[in-house]
């Protein structure tokens, strides 16, 4: 499993856990979170942004749809696999 973090300094104050399948050209979204005291803060929000970004720099297509995309539909709709 890889990671994307937010951080300040060595801290770390949100994170993305996901899957990469290179063979088939898809991610997996496996987990997300930010520190208890981090919240509220749009750490969550720039964190999300942030991977889908990467993911679609890559030009791989998303297996699973995050929360953050059911807030924002339509941002990201050509990053999901059916």
Known sequence: MSRYEAKIGER???I???ELDP???RITLVHTGVMPDAEGMGVGTRLAKGA???V???GLKLTVIAAYLKRHPGEYTDLTAG
């Open 52 to 54: 889908l970004e990467d």
């Open 16 to 18: 993305v856990d996901y």
């Open 12 to 14: 770390v104050l949100g």
């Open 56 to 58: 679609r720099a890559r």
């Open 23 to 25: 063979d088939a050209g």
